[in-house]
């Protein structure tokens, strides 16, 4: 008998319609000051005039799988650039028949990737499955081996080579960068300047400073009758860039442990090699997982500056195939699509280190 | 491990330590072996270079820069043609540089200060069209949006003679922004001059101002009569003058536009990839500024009575600056990394010319070391503004 009274009164009780549910909710979080009202207006006023020609442009009028010309015709977006030239655009000039190995490759680390997302796989396998995986990338990539016919690097393009020289660069750059943010801490002083001086000057000049050093003074530093194709070049740059830019990040890591773990360390009676492998090291590269993957991501990023000095990144293929005139005036949508690739894969791996961090955060 | 122990208190010490167990004499060797391998490598590397330079004949050296540069630059603040030297090209690519830089750096600012507040915003929808705008830009290539934006300027904005006219007085077409400017005048000199008559008034008064509340606990409404004295003074030196109003509008003459200011295609371009990639990471760093202040903070203040000025300016500013400036003077510096992307969509700055020169004079190492020199001179300046900032605005701790 209470009982139902009780409930009676509470469901005469409820709160006004303009508190909750939908119109609530517009309430508090649109309407709930005279300039938020106004800002909301204005903000739905400019959607308005923007988003529907938008997709209209985008999907309406769109032609999809078209020819150049009856693109013109339809007037809206041109997806036909992309669909119609896609294997040129990831794989450039791969030979055709051959193209299954850099999508093999691709998946081969977009799977370690994934695997390495997730934190149960954080073993010692999974590095030797990055070795194996990176190895068998440049193998696929590079043939001669197993009855895989050579490919000379010249024609590596597309994607596949933006993934090569990002991740590449990164493994090659972390054991450089890790020594430089160890010889910056050292108490050695002409340990200590050389490193200093290494981080500073590779942080305050651009990349394309380093690539131009790459594409014109590389080939004068070797002595005469050697010399190295300029996706290596690139490489090499990269590496160098990128490297004092972990070194920092180290750094931030090896100035996070306490001085505690350092006066355990020697006073167990461990040498300075010893000190930092099995203490200092291991728990300062778990701090920086996170800040490592925002380099992957300017790394990433930074590889289509090798556009400038000329070789077949995926952006490079893309213009490649807006110079013909066949698809001359369509850039907007290509870069459109390629803007997609790139921002799926920075996305993907930004939202991975906020979670990491978070995580890791907790954990400790 | 314990016959060493029971070794040495038997023996007591040895006479003399052996020099490989010494670490202060272990670490002279490690420097001189490490020194010298450096050494090795510069001096393998330089004698390469000097005999590959021998052999395709290339003269070192400077000499390049009186020579006749013979190219044009698109776009100069100075004058400048084909006949002057490579120095010039070169000072019309820092000039070009700095352009790019400056009014990036403040329409970043501008923007991301915006950004930034917006996603902190109570209203949802411009907290989350905010939050997309970060996202998107921050995860999409600069380069890829320089040549997005110049592509569009020149594929999809009418040619001159349909140019578009958003407001009176500008175009917009494929030749670029073009837009009206007041005529030049002998009383905008005079202006400038009032103006900066104005500033040093205004740091005079801030000083007296300072001295008098110290002494006296009076404050002085500093911020509304230094507006005031800013504003004032140019604006009664432009009254006194008569007031010339006269503007000068462009016109359509033949294929393109006569007077007014032209701002090229590529520096839009350039300008707004710039503005709109940086702005995304400046965003978030104004968001964290202000997320780095407790609330308490407010609420102390303004149980002492300030207004809602006061509290914004004495207390939540110098303590949000504090955190925002230093990764901000980062993203300056990025922005005027970034700007040397200009080479690719053929804008004119300091490495696009550079790079003419290398391509014009085969000097390959004065060129590429030019660049770096340069650019390392900008970030060092900031930097060590930098830590002077952060010495002035440091906690003092006790």
């Keep these: 008998m209470v009982d139902s009274q009780q409930r009676t009164q509470s469901e005469e009780l409820k709160p006004p319609v303009t508190r909750v549910k939908v119109i609530g909710w517009i309430r508090a979080n649109l309407f709930n000051s005279v300039f938020n009202s106004f800002l909301t207006i204005v903000t739905l006023y400019g959607l308005w005039q923007i988003v529907p020609p938008l997709v209209r442009w985008a999907f309406i009028d769109s032609s999809w799988n078209t020819t150049g010309k009856a693109c013109r015709a339809a007037g809206g977006a041109c997806w036909s650039v992309v669909t119609k030239n896609l294997r040129f655009i990831l794989f450039g000039f791969y030979p055709y028949d051959l193209q299954w190995r850099p999508l093999l490759g691709m998946i081969i680390l977009v799977t370690l990737l994934l695997l390495s997302r997730n934190r149960r796989y954080w073993k010692k396998s999974l590095g030797y499955a990055w070795l194996v995986g990176l190895f068998s990338m440049g193998l696929l990539l590079r043939g001669g081996l197993f009855g895989l016919s050579p490919v000379e690097s010249a024609k590596w393009s597309g994607l596949p080579l933006t993934l090569l020289l990002s991740i590449f660069g990164l493994t090659a750059a972390y054991p450089l960068g890790v020594v430089l943010a160890l010889g910056r801490q050292s108490r050695m002083p002409a340990i200590k300047s050389l490193s200093i001086v290494y981080i500073e000057t590779i942080r305050g000049v651009p990349l394309i400073s380093l690539l131009f050093m790459s594409s014109v003074m590389f080939p004068l530093f070797l002595p005469e009758g050697i010399t190295i194709n300029n996706i290596l070049r690139a490489q090499v740059a990269i590496i160098l860039f990128t490297a004092a830019y972990i070194a920092e990040v180290v750094r931030g890591g090896l100035q996070a442990i306490s001085r505690g773990q350092y006066e355990a360390a020697e006073s167990l009676g461990l040498n300075y090699y010893q000190k930092m492998r099995l203490i200092i090291l291991p728990q300062a590269l778990k701090i920086v997982i996170p800040p490592s993957v925002g380099i992957l991501i300017s790394a990433f990023k930074d590889t289509s500056l090798v556009v400038i000095i000329g070789l077949y990144d995926l952006l490079k293929t893309t213009q490649a195939t807006l110079s013909d005139p066949k698809w001359m005036g369509f850039s907007v949508e290509a870069y459109i699509f390629i803007a997609l690739i790139y921002f799926v894969g920075c996305f993907s791996m930004s939202n991975f280190s906020r979670r990491l961090e978070q995580e890791l955060y907790r954990g400790t | 491990m314990a016959r060493n122990i029971t070794d040495s208190t038997d023996n007591a010490l040895p006479a003399k330590i052996p020099f490989w167990y010494d670490p202060t004499k272990r670490a002279i060797i490690y420097q001189v072996v490490v020194l010298g391998m450096v050494g090795m490598l510069g001096y393998y590397l330089f004698s390469n270079t000097l005999a590959n330079l021998e052999r395709q ?16 630059i698109g776009e100069s603040p100075i004058p400048y043609s084909a006949a002057d030297t490579y120095a010039r090209a070169l000072l019309v690519g820092v000039l070009n540089t700095l352009k790019v830089a400056f009014v990036g750096i403040i329409l970043t600012v501008i923007l991301g200060t915006i950004v930034g507040i917006a996603r902190l915003s109570t209203n949802w929808l411009v907290a989350k069209l905010a939050t997309i705008y970060i996202e998107t830009m921050q995860d999409i290539p600069v380069l890829l949006q320089l040549f997005f934006w110049y592509s569009v300027s020149y594929e999809s904005l009418p040619s001159p003679r349909q140019a578009l006219n958003p407001i009176t007085g500008v175009f917009l077409s494929n030749r670029g922004l073009v837009f009206a400017v007041p005529e030049s005048h002998p009383t905008h000199g005079t202006m400038a001059l009032a103006f900066l008559a104005g500033c040093l008034a205004v740091w005079a008064l801030r000083r007296w101002a300072r001295r008098r509340q110290e002494r006296t606990g009076q404050p002085f409404p500093v911020f509304l009569v230094s507006i005031g004295v800013l504003f004032g003074l140019p604006l009664a030196a432009w009254l006194l003058s008569g007031a010339p109003l006269k503007m000068n509008v462009p016109e359509l003459r033949g294929f393109n536009f006569q007077g007014g200011l032209t701002l090229s295609p590529e520096f839009v371009a350039l300008l707004l990839g710039l503005v709109l990639y940086t702005a995304a990471f400046v965003a978030e760093i104004v968001r964290a500024g202000i997320q780095a202040i407790s609330r308490g903070q407010v609420e102390a203040a303004m149980s002492i009575g300030l207004k809602t000025g006061q509290v914004l300016r004495l207390v939540i ?75 002035r605005k440091a906690l003092v701790e006790r």
């Excluded at chain 2, 004949?57 to 044009?72: R, V």
């Excluded at chain 2, 690719?344 to 391509?359: E, H, K, Q, R």
């Design chain 2, 57 to 72: 004949s290339i003269a070192t050296g400077f000499g390049f820069f009186a020579k006749e540069a013979s190219f044009e």
């Design chain 2, 317 to 391: 500013l110098p303590q949000a600056l504090r955190v925002i400036i230093p990764p901000l003077t980062s993203q300056m510096l990025n922005l005027t990394k970034n700007s040397t992307l200009a080479v690719a969509i053929g804008f004119p700055d300091f490495v696009s010319v550079a790079n003419t020169t290398i391509n014009q004079t085969g000097q390959a190492i004065e060129g590429v070391g030019l660049i770096m020199v340069v650019y390392l001179f900008f970030s060092l300046t900031t930097s060590a503004f930098m830590n002077w900032y952060n010495k």
